[in-house]
């Protein structure tokens, strides 16, 4: 059974750049698409963006300037760079592996702040 | 980008009664690429329902999913204690969007 985790700093300073891993076990990370998605405390679900393993991505338009995926194959992980952050982008942070529907991992809290 | 809503935004039931969810889209999702997904506080979403009305695996026969087009349906047949939460539901047919949730809470 597939299992993701996420991995990085839970603590990132306002205007310096958030980064994230995803490491993808029990099964290989190619021929699928991954996604990261998003959650503020108490708020809803913002999709950030997907990746496939020939690194083609998608980004959600709201975003797309200040996002950056990547995906190491050999290492069975993909990848999330957000820059510029502010305390707006302070959320629970979750990988999934995207087939449309998605399949999540148990998700990484990153706060922004000072 | 297909936007969509759900309603109502938080839905107070008894256990043992019926809950009917329901998510409207902006624009017609195609292929009914439309799912559902339960989420527990401190718990990553879980899948339901996926291409509209067709149940993920291991999900209870009392969660059932309908609709087409730009309005779509979760009804949950009799409420369990375990099926209060937050319900969102999500279109995998251009692109990936969610819909706002919608809490289900004891009454």
């Known amino acids: 059974q597939v299992q993701l985790q996420e991995s990085g700093p839970g603590l990132v300073k306002p205007s310096e750049t958030l980064s994230l891993t995803c490491t993808v076990s029990g099964g290989s990370i190619s021929s699928y698409y991954w996604s990261w998605i998003r959650q503020p405390a108490g708020k809803g679900l913002e999709w950030i963006g997907r990746i496939y393993t020939s690194g083609s991505t998608n980004y959600n338009p709201s975003l797309k300037s200040r996002v950056t995926m990547s995906v190491d194959t050999s290492k069975n992980q993909f990848s999330l760079k957000l820059s510029s952050v502010t305390a707006a982008d302070t959320a629970v942070y979750y990988c999934?592996?995207?087939?449309?529907?998605?399949?999540w991992g148990q998700g990484t809290l990153v706060t922004v702040s000072s | 980008e297909i936007v969509l809503t759900q309603s109502p935004g938080t839905l107070s039931l008894s256990p043992g009664e019926r809950a009917t969810l329901s998510c409207r889209a902006s624009q017609s999702v195609s292929s009914s690429y439309l799912a559902w997904y339960q989420q527990k506080p401190g718990q990553a979403p879980r899948l339901l329902i996926y291409?509209?009305?067709s149940r993920a695996t291991g999900i209870p026969d009392r969660f059932s999913g309908s609709g087409s087009g730009t309005d779509f349906t979760l009804t949950i047949s009799r409420l369990e204690p375990e099926d209060f939460a937050v319900y969102y539901c999500?279109?995998?047919?251009?692109?990936?969007?969610f819909g706002p949730g919608t809490k289900v809470d004891i009454k």
């Open positions: 999500q279109q995998y047919g251009s692109s990936l969007t």
């Open positions: 999934a592996r995207d087939e449309g529907t998605l399949y």
């Open positions: 291409g509209a009305s």
